[in-house]
Structures are given as C-alpha cells and as structure tokens.
C-alpha cells in the first residue's frame, strides 16, 4: 500500500528506529511498511498517525494501488 511513513518520518527527523519505538514496533517493521512490503495492521497505523498527529489517510492510500476501487461485491 502507497504511504508516506518515510516522509512523516523524515520530516519529524527521526530513525526508523526511533519511530518504531514510539508506536512499539521494530525498526524491520518500520522499514517494511516504507518499503511498501508490509501493509501494517488497523491498530498501527492508527498509532502512526497518531504519532504523526495526522489522519491514516495522510498516512496510507490503499486506492493507488487499486484497492478499494472497482469492487464486484
């Protein structure tokens, strides 16, 4: 899934390490989800926006990858 946990990440000037820290992760955790190789659970990515002080829509963005458009159900 398309997300700018990097750039938060960045902008706050923080490690992965730091960050996975902060929301009780590890830092391979982290790197996955930025990597877009993991997509995190409900509850951690409301702990990363949260974190962020921003909304998980700020953070996430299922529907550029087409998840979430052109549903058959």
Request: aromatic share 6%; net charge negative; with cysteine.
């Amino acid at each position: 899934m398309k997300n700018t946990v990097r750039r938060h990440r960045n902008r706050a000037d923080m490690s992965q390490a730091d960050l996975a820290a902060a929301v009780d992760v590890t830092r391979q955790t982290i790197n996955a989800v930025e990597r877009e190789r993991y997509d995190p659970s409900i509850e951690l990515a409301f702990k990363l926006a949260a974190h962020f002080d921003c909304r998980v829509e700020d953070l996430f963005d299922p529907e550029l990858n087409g998840v979430g458009t052109d549903r058959d159900d």
